[in-house]
């Protein structure tokens, strides 16, 4: 499989676990509550950066299913041409 696109999607899923740890930290904790003066807005911006994150992870996964379906293509006519 490609390095970029293993790459990108482990990029992406690490940033949507810690965006998730965040929002669970606003969720459930008022640690650190009194650093941020607007903490529904930093709750707004982490429910954005998991949504980024997890849009870009759907498209490396959309792009890696697309490239093992052409391999596996590639492989069955390269199949189909020996057999003849």
């Given at each position: 499989m490609n390095n970029f696109l293993n790459a990108?999607?482990?990029l992406f899923k690490a940033l949507m676990d810690e965006h998730a740890l965040t929002l669970n930290l606003y969720m459930t904790s008022s640690v650190g509550i009194g650093?941020?003066?607007d903490v529904f807005g930093e709750f707004i911006n982490a429910v954005k950066k998991y949504e980024s994150a997890?849009?870009?992870f759907n498209v490396i996964q959309e792009m890696k299913s697309q490239m093992m379906q052409q391999l596996q293509s590639a492989q069955d006519l390269d199949e189909s041409t020996n057999e003849d």
């Open positions: 990108a999607e482990s650093e941020h003066p997890q849009s870009n």
